[in-house]
């Protein structure tokens, strides 16, 4: 070796002296390594972290340290911010980790690194000023996920981790969970009278899927570290069935997951306990009237409210984990009697005891189980119109004993009603409810619930105003307003955070016409982010009306909005002079249209004018996708992912439907933007469905074609085009390679076209260039020069090593 390379090396050696002597860890941070999941085979790896303190963390421009390297940390489907009590995952390849564990509901953030040795290796997180949060070397675990004991502990030996004896536990408490003597300390008076404000709010004991799990809620007005408490069920001696962990907010909530299955459906206790063993809240349900159905959950009819009753609690086809109860009773047939008015429950049902009672429980006596009801049919028009009468008609249901059927209406808005033909008109708009109970001469009972859609001008509530950080005298809050002429009902409506607390607007509330309604802290307990963060909108089934999403605030600052175009029927659109009177469809709706029907239709941007298309781009519904094309390439600065409302006239290519715009005044942009979500196919399993849709092939290039090659996977073969945009770069065959792009359709089958130079990226080289690479019939336009370049650099290095030696 030169005394100039030896001088090169002698520097780098330096230099990396300089940063392994200069690790500067932060102090305090509550962000640790809670499970390594280094046994999968590659990209099939993770790192879970968790919160274990009282406060959000944002992990924006974090890093995974490992094998002496800095991988960054990219947002997967999720945001950045790591809740407390979270469980979060850094991941070698997002897509595959949610195949892999489609339930998992933390934070997934992006990463990449080459393997995690499963004999151990040094692995660490970074701040974004570079600080050491945790830095360690694991040790072994070669079958299965390594877990951490007690993760209050900066003890890294086989003391305090250990491997999972059958799998792993990522998004859940570790099997080999405690927190110590050192953290657990006997509460004083005062820890216990914060105890004495958690309740049992709600649980599930035979979920449709995931593990059964028990929410507890702060009825106070302190936040209390759980460590140390213990959940159990109606089994005697050694009856823990879980430990409770985290923090637990001032009118807040924490789910409690539980391993294996601990509760029995047809009857059981979920107990709960202070560190010193003290029963702070129970309740038995009964096996012999009472077996839960898969996905049903016992909830609380209100939040943490307690008169140490059986009408505090009612079954419920809702359960609503982490968020206010919402009791939906399920149908009367698993019911042995009708439940008393207002939702409550059966007072045979539960047992709930507020503190532990010397006397046995009261036993009940055996019966059988009368499963005969009524069966329904109810006829009744959708949509429903606002203030016209409508017909709800129930006389064709049938009692199986043959007996003469009485009936009673709850129309959801005070009003009721006797018959079997009854007529009612919603004087506001919006989702009802609708029960109707029904008991005959033979003795047969039942009850039927279901939801109509009043009106449309629901669609038209928005968030006006959110206060974040309010002066001293103010409260946080949130305001909604309409623009409808109409009363709307606004009950079981939602608001929600990006952190995934929910509040659900109460029975009985209305917005009326230019009207709005504000919402205090004190009643949402929604805690908002200072440095930025999103509010939502949601109507009762979930559906996402509005979000204003806002940065860093001042004290005192209000973020204030605008009404949106969305989900909006034509009676609603009103006509300008650059958009003519259209109905707004959806975009599978809107291709059945024969061509010159003015229509509108809302979708989300999947590639951008101009990228690669010069005239024309593509939105997507969810369902379906439609060209959005201008002759004279007019369009607004859109953005991937941003959602659209764009009015045109119809027309046809290839045999796709497509919307011809005259101007950018066509298109008008809403609120709110998606993820745009990419699946991974085999190109033999590419078919209709997936016209305008983005897909990643992978695959060897076959044949170079000049603007376009074809690329084979093993399945089958198709072609990649190339549009003007792109880098020129010499591509060969054989090289394998993964293309990302929107398929379209073209007169002889379909086609893959990148939409910029990133969605190309080499994963294999050839061996040997072929001798014909340099020839014309080899070149092609392609992208991902970066590819490319790492690929020579690596190959130039190695060459200059060679030569070093």
Not at 18 to 39: H, L, M, R, W
Not at 308 to 322: I, R, V
Not at 565 to 573: F, G, K, M, P, W
């Amino acid at each position: 070796m030169s005394q100039n390379k030896k001088n090169l090396a002698a520097i780098l050696i330096l230099l990396g002296s300089f940063f392994i002597f200069s690790k500067t860890f932060a102090v305090g941070n509550d962000v640790v390594i809670n499970e390594i999941g280094a046994f999968p085979t590659s990209t099939h790896e993770w790192i879970e972290i968790w919160n274990k303190g009282s406060e959000p963390v944002d992990l924006t421009g974090w890093k995974f340290w490992e094998n002496s390297t800095n991988h960054g940390l990219s947002v997967s489907t999720t945001d950045a911010i790591v809740s407390p009590g979270e469980y979060a995952v850094i991941v070698q390849d997002d897509k595959q980790f949610i195949l892999d564990y489609p339930n998992f509901s933390g934070s997934i953030f992006d990463s990449s690194w080459s393997s995690l040795n499963e004999s151990g290796e040094e692995i660490g997180l970074k701040d974004n000023a570079e600080n050491f949060i945790e830095e360690f070397t694991y040790i072994s675990a070669s079958d299965y996920s390594l877990e951490r004991g007690n993760p209050f502990l900066t003890d890294y030996t086989n003391v305090n981790w250990r491997e999972n004896s059958t799998g792993n536990t990522v998004g859940f408490i570790n099997t080999n969970f405690s927190t110590g003597t050192t953290t657990s300390p006997t509460p004083t008076a005062d820890t216990s009278t914060l105890w004495s404000q958690i309740k049992i709010n709600e649980f599930i004991s035979d979920p449709t899927s995931g593990p059964e799990w028990i929410e507890l809620y702060n009825t106070g007005t302190s936040s209390l570290d759980l460590a140390g408490g213990l959940l159990c069920d109606s089994r005697a001696g050694d009856c823990a069935i879980a430990d409770t962990v985290g923090i637990i907010d001032a009118g807040g909530f924490l789910v409690i997951n539980l391993s294996g299955s601990r509760l029995n459906n047809d009857g059981d206790s979920v107990i709960l306990k202070n560190p010193s063993g003290e029963v702070i809240d129970q309740i038995s349900y009964n096996s012999n009237q009472l077996s839960v159905k898969k996905g049903e959950a016992i909830a609380r009819n209100s939040d943490g409210a307690d008169t140490d009753g059986a009408a505090d609690w009612s079954l419920t086809e809702t359960p609503t984990m982490n968020a206010s109860n919402i009791i939906t009773a399920p149908p009367a047939a698993s019911l042995p009697s009708a439940p008393a008015v207002g939702g409550g429950a059966n007072p045979d049902y539960f047992t709930a005891i507020l503190q532990p009672k010397t006397e046995k429980p009261t036993t009940t006596k055996k019966t059988s189980k009368d499963t005969t009801t009524i069966i329904w049919n109810v006829d009744y028009p959708t949509p429903i119109s606002l203030n016209s009468s409508t017909l709800f008609d129930a006389h064709r249901s049938a009692d199986p004993r043959g007996g003469e059927i009485f009936y009673t209406w709850d129309f959801g808005d005070g009003s009721a009603a006797e018959g079997s033909r009854v007529a009612h008109t919603f004087a506001s708009s919006g989702i009802f409810t609708i029960q109707i109970r029904a008991t005959s001469t033979g003795g047969t009972i039942g009850q039927k619930n279901f939801s109509v859609k009043v009106g449309t001008s629901d669609s038209l509530v928005f968030l006006k105003e959110i206060l974040v950080k309010p002066d001293i005298n103010e409260d946080e809050s949130v305001t909604i307003s309409t623009v409808s002429t109409g009363t709307i009902n606004l009950s079981g409506w939602k608001i929600g955070t990006d952190n995934d607390r929910w509040f659900t607007i109460p029975l009985n509330t209305f917005l009326r016409p230019d009207g709005i309604l504000r919402f205090f802290k004190t009643v949402t307990h929604l805690a908002f982010i200072d440095s930025g963060g999103s509010v939502i909108l949601a109507s009762p089934q979930g559906v996402v009306v509005d979000i204003m999403d806002y940065g860093k605030v001042k004290r005192g600052e209000v973020i204030s909005g605008d009404p949106i175009l969305e989900n909006i029927s034509a009676t609603d659109v009103v006509p300008t002079s650059s958009q003519p009177t259209s109905s707004i469809l959806s975009i599978e709706e809107a291709s059945d249209k024969p061509a010159g029907s003015n229509l509108a239709v809302i979708g989300t941007v999947q590639t951008l004018p101009g990228e690669p298309f010069a005239n024309y781009f593509y939105i997507r519904d969810g369902a379906s996708a439609i060209q959005i094309y201008s002759y004279k390439k007019d369009f607004p600065k859109l953005s991937l992912g941003e959602r659209v409302h764009v009015s045109g006239e119809t027309s046809r290519a290839n045999g796709l439907p497509r919307l011809k715009i005259k101007s950018a005044t066509n298109i008008t942009k809403l609120r709110g933007a998606e993820v745009l979500k990419i699946e991974t196919k085999t190109i033999a399993d590419v078919d209709e469905a997936d016209f305008g849709t983005i897909l990643t092939l992978h695959g060897e290039i076959t044949k170079l074609k000049g603007s376009y090659f074809y690329l084979d996977d093993g399945s089958a073969e198709t072609r990649v085009s190339l549009g003007k945009t792109m880098n020129k770069i010499i591509l060969q065959n054989g090289l394998r390679i993964s293309a990302t792009g929107i398929v379209e359709k073209i007169p002889d089958g379909w086609r893959l076209v990148p939409r910029t130079v990133a969605d190309l990226s080499v994963e294999e080289s050839i061996s040997a260039p072929p001798a014909s690479a340099t020839s014309s019939t080899s070149k092609v336009v392609a992208g991902t020069g970066g590819g490319i370049f790492l690929l020579s650099l690596a190959y130039a290095a190695r060459k200059w090593l060679t030569k070093s030696v």
